[in-house]
């Protein structure tokens, strides 16, 4: 017999971590829509890395994992309460106490070994929202391309979880409490965005925010040349980038949609701008990576070459969006 959390409301999202986090706060209480919580967590970023393990550069859309959790639950005034241990059956209990509290539980893991993932690939810096368990499975919550309430043997979350590597951690879960402080909704929001535009604007090395978009224009054409699986490569990449939400459009459509309510709410004339500008952003993202596919499909340089200037733009578009964010 399953034990589950009593009348548990899964939150329907597209991205990992704001499907997770915004599962826990909707038993807390908070309902708010995804760009909501991705702009209250200051999420838009990027970064271009080359990783030892993978023949392909990482190409991210958004702030590092963890980070976007700890700023939505600073902003809204929340508890955030994370686990982590090396051992396995640690974390275990971790979990199955707060789910026989009735205390739903956020996982950060790695996918490879969720046996409903279609595209295995290791990534460990996935989330799900746990909300219940048998003998043989754990019940979770994962976005909506991943099919939302979703189930998995308990060995294969095991596995998910202990996981090393790149973005990894060492079985983390967290859970979030509300302190009864209650939030100033537009006060959060001018600070979020305030904090966002600050940081995307100041990054600690070139291959990071909109100097990191303007780098990958010259890096990608190093790629292409020196790639020895340019399909697989650039094929690869087009996939994380537009479905699995790495750096893609989804993070500037978020974004542009979390600027929108915004502005609604406040009617600054600056998050108007801004939100139009991301809005060119979005298109011009989703152009790249259908680029990108091209070049694995064509093995033709001058689909990178195209993609390389459009780069270049959005560099500039999302500075130039960013310095008006930061007026407000």
Known sequence: MANTIKKFKQFNGQHCETTATGSLLNQIGIELSEPMLFGLGEGLGFIFWNMKIVDFPFIGGRIKPDVLTQNIAKNLNLELKVDETSSVKKAWENVKNNIDNNIAVGLKLDCYHLDYFTNKIHFAGHYVAMYGYDDNFAYLVDTKQQGGKVKTPLKNLELARNEKGPMSSRNLSYTIKDMKKGYDIKKAIVDAIKNNAKD?????????????????????????????????????????????????????????????????????????????????????????????????????????????????????????????????
């Open 200 to 328: 995307y604007l100041n990054p600690p090395i070139t291959n990071i925010g909109y100097k990191g978009v303007l780098k990958t224009s010259e890096e990608i054409k190093k790629w292409f040349k020196n790639s020895k699986d340019i399909e697989g490569d650039f094929k690869t990449t087009a996939m994380l980038m537009e479905k699995a939400g790495t750096g893609g459009a989804l993070f500037r459509n978020l974004y542009r949609d979390f600027l929108k309510e915004s502005d609604d709410l406040l009617q600054i004339k600056q998050i108007a701008k801004a939100q139009k500008i991301f809005s060119e952003s979005a298109i011009l993202w989703t152009k790249v990576s259908s680029l990108f596919n091209k070049t694995g499909e064509t093995k033709n340089i001058e689909y990178i070459n195209q993609a390389s200037e459009i780069l270049v733009d959005l560099s500039e578009k999302e500075k130039r969006a960013m310095e008006l964010l930061l007026e407000i």
